[in-house]
């Protein structure tokens, strides 16, 4: 079975700042990796995702993360974050050959003027 | 391209009340999800369907939870009776298809309060 730890609840930076978001997952066989945000009120939105390929992963709003198999892991990371960053955000993990998407309990992402 | 839909956006009810979700997923996409949320968690899947079929409920508590998913579109999610316990959100997300590559669209979800 896999599973994802976000090792950090809460994130508070001041804008402009880089950010990291850590995520490590656990499963015996090969994923796919996911991250998603949370808006206050509103649904999950896809971030970005690795699939396969280039480990360093780009996508929406200047976010990237990167797959380190040897590490298990899958940080978000943005070199200079907005007010609008301010959400929650969701590592998720899947096995290649399953279905079922898995979630970390998730990391609270506070940007200060 | 409208979104994945859901109603109500906000319920409040008594436990022991019974209480029923709907979700109208983006067009086209043949397989259905219902996650819970718990307050400061990730979601939680419920239940997936693959067209009108349910293919994974074995984290649905069938004993007062039931989904249906009619004609292999809409999807309604139903508690009867409610517990307090089942305060949280609840999420509805599409995809074209049950694949890992597939993405899972998520609607704005319903939140459940009951007292």
């Known amino acids: 079975a896999q599973s994802v730890t976000q090792l950090d609840s809460q994130v508070p930076v001041f804008e402009e700042a880089p950010v990291e978001l850590r995520c490590n997952y656990s499963?015996?066989?090969?994923?796919?990796l996911f991250w998603y945000v949370q808006y206050p009120n509103q649904g999950l939105q896809l971030l970005l995702k690795y699939l396969s390929g280039s480990t360093l992963v780009k996508g929406i709003n200047g976010f990237e993360a990167e797959f380190n198999k040897s590490q298990t892991s899958f940080h978000l990371r943005k070199p200079s974050v907005h007010i609008s960053d301010t959400a929650e955000y969701f590592c998720a993990v899947r096995e290649t050959s399953g279905s079922r998407l898995t979630f970390g309990e998730g990391t609270q992402l506070t940007v200060n003027p | 391209e409208a979104g994945v839909v859901q109603s109500p956006r906000y319920k409040i009810i008594e436990k022991k009340q019974p209480v029923a979700f709907w979700c109208n997923p983006i067009?086209?996409?043949?397989?259905l999800y219902w996650y819970r949320q718990n307050l400061g968690q990730g979601p939680e899947l419920l239940i997936r369907y693959e067209n009108e079929e349910a293919v994974d409920d074995s984290q649905l508590p069938k004993d007062r939870f039931s989904a249906e998913r009619l004609k292999g579109v809409d999807s309604t999610l139903k508690i009867q009776p409610a517990e307090l316990g089942d305060s949280a959100v609840y999420l509805c997300?599409?995809?074209?298809?049950?694949?890992?590559?597939?993405?899972?669209?998520f609607g704005p979800g319903t939140r459940l309060t009951v007292l």
């Open positions: 499963s015996s066989v090969s994923v796919y």
């Open positions: 067009s086209g996409h043949n397989t």
């Open positions: 997300a599409s995809s074209l298809g049950p694949l890992g590559t597939d993405t899972q669209y």
